[in-house]
């Protein structure tokens, strides 16, 4: 989706600000069934945004997620304390009624490389 009008991530120093990442089959256009899949490859989206940006997942500070069924909110867990080695960033899990493409989810971020 090349043509829309934002950035999949910004680095401003060490600062890496992470836009909304769904979770679409990239093959199909289409959110996938379950919601362990669905989750799984939004995360995968953010992952790769913040190993281009030279980070890993622990060097997120701060997640958002946005949930159109709170009821998937243990399924959303089980996956997503998957990706990381260290601890958790902190985050929100908001409530939304519709967002892009019928996904059920939606993941922003903010990592922060430690200075060397």
Known sequence: MADLPFSDAVLVG???????????DEHTNKVPKTTEEETR????????????????????????VLCTDF????KFNSVYRTYFKHGFPA???TGSTQL??????EIT???IKAGK
């Not at 009821?71 to 243990?74: G, L």
């Not at 892009?100 to 989810?105: D, K, R, S, T």
């Open 14 to 24: 060490n600062t890496l600000y992470l836009s909304g990442y769904i979770g679409v």
């Open 41 to 64: 490859l939004a995360m995968d989206g953010l992952k790769q945004a913040v190993e281009a940006a030279g980070m890993t997942m622990d060097d997120l500070v701060k997640i958002d």
């Open 71 to 74: 009821a998937a909110f243990q």
């Open 91 to 93: 985050r929100t899990f």
């Open 100 to 105: 892009f493409m019928g996904a059920h989810f």
């Open 109 to 111: 971020g903010v990592a």
